[in-house]
């Protein structure tokens, strides 16, 4: 009561703080508490203080003091506690608890002029914090908490941090909501534990609530940045029925542009080929992305070339990511924890491709229990097998999975295949290790191969293998980083062994190895940086070709080896200006290096790349700079919220590629090769703009989208009309570099939740290409714009469950492309004696449009807990319509004629049974 009629006093006194400041002191501390030190204080100036004991701690303090004002002397005492002090007139000292006393009130308390409010709005705020002393009505009482030590200089905004743990076990609570009541403001902790929030200065009420945990509720008032941990109780509840929504209305909030997530535990329910869970044939469901046809590897995003994407799998590139001819996914579905796609405004951190990023990470091996997932199917088994290796400090993650795919060839509509064979395998192993709350380790590696012969003579294998080593390190609550170490390996053989004396062997092999750091900073929870460096070491064999046995006339040839490093640098941000308004801008400067050793071509300026036209072959040594080429990449991307579930999004981006694949197949070949950039062949570029519109309806169970977005690209390698491009030693003579374009709109609406969900997709784009010349050899289509070979107008996915009961369900796919671009022969003639075939413009037809419809009945098992094992039945039909769709047209003469004929992949439904199996 003392306190309290002090205040008031000095209120109306207007007694300066400090006043009594004439009388300096000296005194001594050694290893002195701060109890002790305040009695010797007293007795050393004859002051009375008024303190609690409690407040008080027991730490020591040291210090000599001669002839130095009071202040001096409290300021050290109290500098690294809740405490601050007041001196009064009569010799007395008032300490407080967080708080400051003020002996005036603040300026403009009673009001201000018109004229000075401009004035007012640009100061920073000093007025003292006041907050309601008064218990709220409530059953449960709520505790008070006060954070921080005030000071005159009073800022708006303070942030406040800290832990949360399970009260039982003090294992880290991750992704539990921390809500401030009233006031739109939230966060969540990350995976270990941690928050961060920004909260108005004076009285916040926070709220708590995760998915088996206890609720709580806190009194917060914040006088100065601070701590604050969180030990909570488990709670277990029995629920009729449970919803859980994740990322609601992230598609409003997100601000990069172009950005999808696939949903890996859903992509169960979708009926694909041979009941094969495959993400990335999910990803052809979404707007914008697309592949050249049935069975074709590769993808095509927002018209680009299938080479143009970036594939990663935890951090290291995978070269070719699909087994088969692109009918299976080359990525075991059961590893995979996360898939992120950026189709749009690409972040700085990546570089390297034009069109896409697939960010694939694996999951996080478990660290508590054994946990096992496994699949029979007609074609595939998979299994994957997680394990503490410490427990709750380390886990390890193996998945296996092996093709037995013969009889698909045997059933396909052409009976050259029918003595075919195919079979594939693929494994992955991730170890992840926490040092300590600061230090984490992740490994990763991979490996995947493919046999298959296609004709009785002939045997293809081509495989990838990759490996990652990433530290992760928190340098503080703001800062943290990582180091990434990454190799991967792409390479292919073909054996020939024929009934002549032509028989060989051929192979060829592209290699990358990756150091990248990056780092995190987050300077406060509007303002967040990252940056970083990387350095990319290529090496590629072109190819080379042996005879096979002793008989074989074939002349050995091995093409030189193609060495680069590619180096860069980056820093982005992202910029919440307003709650409404964020930008997400950085730069990437990327500097490549074509080194030896090795032999390069000059060829005389204004005329065309022929052997008539070679000046001069250059040697280079090892390691020598053959040729350097840099740009600086911009990516920009803003969000702008209209309302709470209503946004615009716009974004910029552009972006460089140094290396390129060779091919002359209509589509992606696994026999492709990739070509670096040298003293011939320049880097391709691009450039992207993209607006877009994103509205969330009832609560976020329902999305849309609609996006449009312009693409122009330059460099891009094509061929010429006859080429050679495998086991070419100068292959710069066959191919052309040209411009491109591509545009196009993409529209989506989602359903989220309830017995029918699902999604509707359609995407109408243009992707064309233009080679011309001042030379006619090397002018396609008299040099105008000519459709890509993957140009597909109109592309509808509609993917759809419908759940009868918890157990129960049934998935629907259907797909409709508009048919893609071919050559045809438009006539024939015949000079001195020989027939020639005259085509038409390069892609001026079109084959029939393609759709499809597939079903699946899912059928889990009982959801009870204690059980061994929960299972999963999917039983689907891939085109259940039977459609006979050309996967290609070619011509044969015959009897003097050119007829058309057509091959397919699936021209019959085909039905499939799997079973999935959890413990």
């Not at 004991?53 to 001669?66: A, F, M, P, Q, R």
């Not at 914090?129 to 005030?150: E, L, N, W």
């Not at 993209?690 to 061929?719: H, M, Q, R, T």
């Not at 319509?881 to 004629?897: K, Q, T």
Request: aromatic share 12%; hydrophobic share 35%; glycine share 6%.
């Amino acid at each position: 009561m003392r306190f309290f009629l002090l205040v008031t006093l000095l209120l109306f006194s207007k007694i300066a703080q400090g006043q009594d400041t004439t009388n300096l002191v000296t005194i001594s501390f050694e290893n002195t508490d701060q109890k002790t030190a305040i009695k010797q204080l007293q007795e050393k100036t004859g002051l009375q203080f008024y303190y609690l004991d409690e407040w008080l701690k027991e730490e020591v303090v040291s210090g000599t003091y001669t002839n130095v004002p009071l202040e001096t002397i409290l300021d050290d005492l109290f500098k690294d506690t809740l405490l601050n002090y007041y001196i009064l007139k009569e010799k007395e000292v008032v300490l407080t608890r967080n708080i400051i006393i003020y002996d005036e009130l603040p300026e403009r308390f009673f009001g201000e002029k018109k004229d000075s409010i401009i004035e007012t709005q640009k100061k920073r705020r000093i007025a003292p914090i006041f907050y309601d002393k008064k218990q709220r009505s409530s059953k449960v009482k709520t505790p008070t908490v006060r954070i921080g030590k005030a000071t005159k200089d009073n800022r708006d905004t303070y942030v406040l941090k800290g832990y949360a743990r399970k009260a039982n076990t003090g294992k880290p609570i991750s992704n539990l909501a921390i809500v401030v009541e009233g006031k739109d403001l939230g966060t969540s902790t990350d995976q270990n534990g941690y928050y961060e929030i920004e909260l108005p200065a004076g009285e916040n009420i926070l709220s708590t609530a995760s998915l088996g945990i206890a609720d709580s509720r806190k009194r917060v008032i914040i006088f100065n940045d601070g701590e604050l941990d969180f030990n909570l109780d488990e709670s277990l509840e029995v629920l009729d029925a449970v919803i859980l929504e994740s990322n609601r209305d992230q598609n409003v909030k997100d601000v990069v542009t172009g950005k999808e997530e696939v949903d890996v535990e859903a992509s169960k329910n979708i009926p694909l080929v041979l009941g094969e869970r495959d993400v990335l044939k999910v990803a052809t469901a979404l707007p914008g992305i697309t592949t050249a046809g049935e069975g074709a590897a590769g993808l095509n995003v927002r018209g680009g070339k299938a080479d143009q994407n970036l594939t990663l799998l935890d951090d290291v590139l995978i070269y070719n990511p699909q087994h088969f001819f692109g009918l299976f996914s080359a990525l075991n579905p059961f590893t995979i924890g996360k898939v992120d796609i950026y189709k749009g405004a690409i972040p700085a951190e990546y570089g390297g491709r034009l069109s896409s990023v697939f960010d694939i990470k694996t999951k996080d091996p478990n660290t508590e229990k054994l946990e096992v997932e496994a699949s029979l199917g007609p074609v595939t088994s998979n299994i994957t097998v997680q394990t503490p290796v410490v427990k709750e400090k380390s886990g390890l993650m193996i998945g296996a999975r092996g093709a037995y795919a013969n009889w698909i060839l045997r059933s396909l509509d052409d009976e050259a295949l029918n003595n075919s064979e195919a079979s594939f395998y693929d494994g992955i192993i991730t170890y992840n290790h926490k040092i300590n709350e600061k230090n984490n380790i992740k490994a990763t590696g991979y490996y995947s191969r493919d046999d298959f012969s296609i004709t009785s003579d002939s045997t293809y294998v081509y495989s990838n293998q990759a490996i990652s080593l990433k530290w992760d390190h928190k340098f503080n609550d703001k800062h943290q980083g990582n180091v990434l170490l990454a190799n991967s390996r792409y390479e292919f053989d073909i054996n020939f062994d024929g009934e002549t004396n032509d028989d060989f062997k051929l192979g060829y092999s592209v290699n990358e190895t990756e150091l990248k750091l990056k780092m995190d900073y987050n300077h406060s929870p509007k303002y967040k940086f990252n940056y970083g460096l990387s350095n990319k070491l290529y090496q590629v064999q072109p190819g080379s070709i042996e005879p096979d046995g002793d008989g074989s006339i074939i002349t050995p040839l091995t093409i030189d080896k193609e060495k680069a490093l590619e180096s860069a640098a980056f820093i982005s941000g992202k910029f919440d200006f307003t709650p409404k308004f964020s930008v997400n801008a950085g730069i990437r400067y990327s500097l490549y290096n074509a080194l030896g050793e090795g032999s390069q071509r000059r060829y005389e300026e204004n005329r065309p790349r022929n052997e008539g036209t070679v000046i001069d072959t250059i040697q280079y040594k090892n390691n020598e700079v053959i040729q350097t080429y840099d740009g600086l990449e911009a990516r920009f991307s803003a969000r702008y919220i209209l309302w709470p579930n209503f946004s615009l999004k716009a974004g910029y981006s552009n972006t460089y590629q140094y290396i390129h694949t060779l091919s002359n197949n209509t589509t992606v070949s696994p026999i492709d090769t990739w070509k670096l950039s040298d003293l011939n062949i320049e880097p391709q570029r691009a450039q992207q703009i993209s607006f877009g519109a994103f509205k969330n309806f009832n609560e976020g169970v329902y999305e849309l989208s609609i996006e449009g977005f312009y693409k122009k690209l330059d460099n891009i390698l094509d061929f010429k009309v006859g080429s050679q491009i495998l086991l070419n030693e100068n292959v710069e003579t066959e191919v052309l570099q040209g411009e491109g374009k591509a545009y196009g709109v993409e529209f989506l609406l989602r359903k989220n939740s309830g017995k029918l969900n699902g999604w509707l997709s359609y995407t109408y784009s243009r992707s064309l290409i233009k080679l011309d010349s001042e030379f006619p050899e090397e002018v396609v289509n008299n040099g105008n714009f000519f459709p890509a070979n993957y140009d597909k107008p109109h592309d509808i996915s509609l993917v759809t469950n419908y759940k009868f009961t918890k157990r129960f369900s049934l998935s629907a796919n259907f797909v409709y492309q508009t048919g893609r671009p071919v050559t045809f022969p438009v006539g024939q003639f015949t000079l001195n004696g020989s027939e020639f075939v005259v085509f038409s413009d390069r892609n001026r037809f079109r084959i029939p449009d393609f759709y499809r419809l597939d079903l699946g009945f899912n059928v889990e098992g009982n959801h009870k807990n204690k059980k061994l094992a929960h299972s999963f039945w999917t039983i689907s039909i891939y085109n259940v319509l039977g459609r006979n769709n050309p996967f290609s047209v070619f011509f044969v003469a015959e009897d003097g004629e050119i007829k058309p004929l057509q091959s397919s992949i699936f021209s019959i439904p085909v039905p499939s049974i799997t079973y999935n199996l959890k413990f």
